[in-house]
């Protein structure tokens, strides 16, 4: 009557806990932003914060345009249309094209401040002109408008007044209303917010069912029973379901690391009922006369211990995201733990409670028909090999890993995030061009603060420009201080010495920007200073590849404003990347030391052994320093996903060493000896772990097919991480108790 009442009561709570879970799940919200990805009080984004406090808040899309000949009639029609129309909109405060960029002039002793194109040139003689004034100026050729004239920049600054989603679509109405002559890639942060969104979504749509399709087919070729598809299945279900629902129970939003949860889930939430089953069809093959409820208990009495003790080793692991500076992988860990946690719960009470309904006459000799599989095969093989040559095969692996492991020379950290989105994305190629062709895409904003207008702080600004355009990583450096000089070419004949210089006194700059304000527009001066003249603003323009770039220009920047009174910090996108990647690079450190050290701990528990802490933990040591060489190898970077490869793959690979180490324990318990302990427990337990693992391989397989690149990558390592972590667990770690004899597993 109690068993009955059980496992009605188990049946009962799970359908009110699915119900409510699918009631939060249609709460969820998306959130695609990186930099919010980051704490509030990380530097880099308190100074972006302070300088949107001052000059507004910056929201750069850059629209590149790539045609035979930039200056052809047809490409500046399209050019200026495009201009008109995004000039002529309340979403934008800027646009820099070649239509809006001025030149400043002097007429009869006068400033005149013109518009570079006034009309758009007809003949091939005003071409070749215009293409001579461009050429002559360094702030424009190279920066705006490529060397060779094939490709030209138009840069809008957004203000926050639509969506991200809006905006581009205001944006490619507007560019398919003019038909292009050449072709057209988009770029920036909020281009980029807008593509992942999207993005995240149809991940969503397509790798869930994908990933249960293949799980399906995976488990029923394993097991060729509908109830051994159906129960683990389930569980699978239950857990993505109540991992999705405490995102929103939290108040949190899914990030692009959250699309890995509920694929973690597939992967591994069916790993506990994997082995139920294994152990389920290996009683019912052994004990045919025995009822249904006793092959049950028999399995639950067996597995109980070990299933949770593996269960509790990943969620171990797993907990090991939660020391990451990010915050969506601090989430992904708590999310994951308590995920794992429910599908380890519902394997044991869940899965029983259903099995119990049927009748014996229902169960299918199963177990019979996978002796004679590849897998048994395999394993058949392994335990030979084992059994024959355990100094050649440590020898083997420590060659590999000692191979592999070089990799690690060339392993680096991202320094952005350009490569979320694949190669062939118009997003990719923008930047692409924008590198190459034109004065790149990374920006840094030094702020200064004084009278802005006195000579000598304009001075240390010309002279902090001249020292930063050494540097051949960067193109181009802008400030207030800049257009001064130009306005004094201007003003002045070339063979004065106030010509391209600084003027000696501050009622003299006063004069220079009133008549500028007379002449142009004085709105081009708020991008440089405020209102008051008492901040001003210098705008850094570079390319880079790496961290070290951005690294180099900052420690330059600090050098050369060490002792100035007037600095006040630095700020721009690329430094919150920075500083994403080198908290990225930390995270990854403490996370993998405390998972690390939390396994062998536990392992010591469980065996009583720190032998056997040691000893479990070569695995996973061995499954990392080898993916991480291969990422060397391979040139993949560590990045916003691939940093979270070590802990899932702990936390995932400990299970087989547990397993393994356990059965060898038990046989040798029942009065076997070592080697055949070990044969016996890679044939009978090394099929259920084969299965688990490959179960998580396949789960991980449908990443594959994801729409961002990194999410694609982190899918083929952890693949490959636990590809690793199976094959040292099944004939490392046997190699190892059949050479070294370790005590823990005859006490």
Known sequence: MNQSINKWGVLILTGIVTIASVFFIFRLSINSDIESYLPDHISSKMNNDSIESIFGI??????????????????????????????????????????????????????????????????????????????????????????????????????????????????????????????????????????????ISFDFMVLLPVGILFMIIFLFFSFRQKRAVILPLSVVALAILISLALISVFNWQLSIIGILIPVMMIAIANDYGIHYITKYQELSNS?????????????????????????????????????????????????????????????????????????????????????????????????????????????????????SGAGLISFGVASDFDDILHKNHPYSKALKLANDELGGTKNISVLFQGDIRDPKILKKLNDYENELERMPEISSVTSLATMIREMSKALYESTDSEYDAIPEQRNTVSQFLELYNMSGDPADLEYFTDFDFKYALMEIQFRSENKKTISLIEERINALTKDDPNFSLTGGYCLVEKQLSDAIALGQAYSLAFALLLIITMLAII?????????????????????????????????????????????????????????????????????????????????????NALSVIIGFSVLLFSSFGIIRSFGFLIMLSITICLICSMILIPAICLLFKPKFLFK
């Open 58 to 199: 910056k929201e750069p899309i850059l629209l590149v345009f790539e045609s035979d000949d930039i200056l052809k009639s047809e490409s500046l029609e399209w050019i200026q249309n495009i201009n008109n129309e995004l000039t002529g909109s309340d979403a934008f405060d800027r646009v820099i094209s070649i239509f809006e960029t001025k030149l400043i002039e002097g007429k009869d002793g006068m400033m005149i401040v013109e518009k570079l194109i006034d009309n758009i040139p007809e003949t091939e003689t005003e071409r070749n002109a215009l293409r001579k004034k461009i050429q002559s100026n360094e702030n424009i050729y190279r920066q705006l408008i490529s060397e060779n004239f094939t490709t030209t920049m138009i840069l809008l600054n957004a203000l926050p007044v639509e969506s991200d989603k809006d905006m581009v679509k205001m944006i490619l109405q507007t560019i398919q209303k003019y038909p292009a002559t050449g072709k057209v890639y988009l770029n920036g942060p909020l281009y980029m917010r807008a593509e992942a969104n999207e993005k």
């Open 607 to 691: 065996f009583k052994s720190l032998a056997a802490g040691l000893i479990g933990g070569l695995p996973l040591l061995f499954s990392i320093i080898s993916t991480f060489g291969i990422m060397g190898w391979m040139g993949v970077q560590l990045n916003i996903v691939t940093a979270l490869l070590s802990s899932v793959s702990i936390g995932l690979g400990v299970d087989y060493t547990i397993h393994i180490l356990w059965r060898i324990k038990k046989e040798i318990r029942l009065g076997k000896s070592l080697k055949t302990s070990i044969q016996k427990s890679i044939r009978t337990s090394g099929y259920g772990i084969t299965i």
């Open 287 to 403: 004990y045919p006369e025995l009822p249904e409820k006793t092959i049950v208990e028999k399995t639950t009495k067996y597995l109980k211990k070990p299933v949770i003790l593996t269960g509790l080793t990943t969620m171990a692991g797993l907990m090991g995201l939660m020391l990451h500076i990010m915050l969506p992988a601090k989430q992904m860990g708590l999310i994951s733990t308590i995920g794992i946690g429910a599908a380890l719960l519902l394997s044991l009470t869940l899965i029983p409670s259903v099995l119990t309904l049927f009748n014996k006459s229902n169960r299918k000799n199963i177990y019979l028909t996978q002796k004679q599989n590849i897998i048994n095969s395999l394993l058949l093989f392994s335990a030979k090999i084992i059994h024959s040559s355990p100094k050649r095969i440590i020898y083997f692996f420590i060659l590999f890993l000692m191979i």
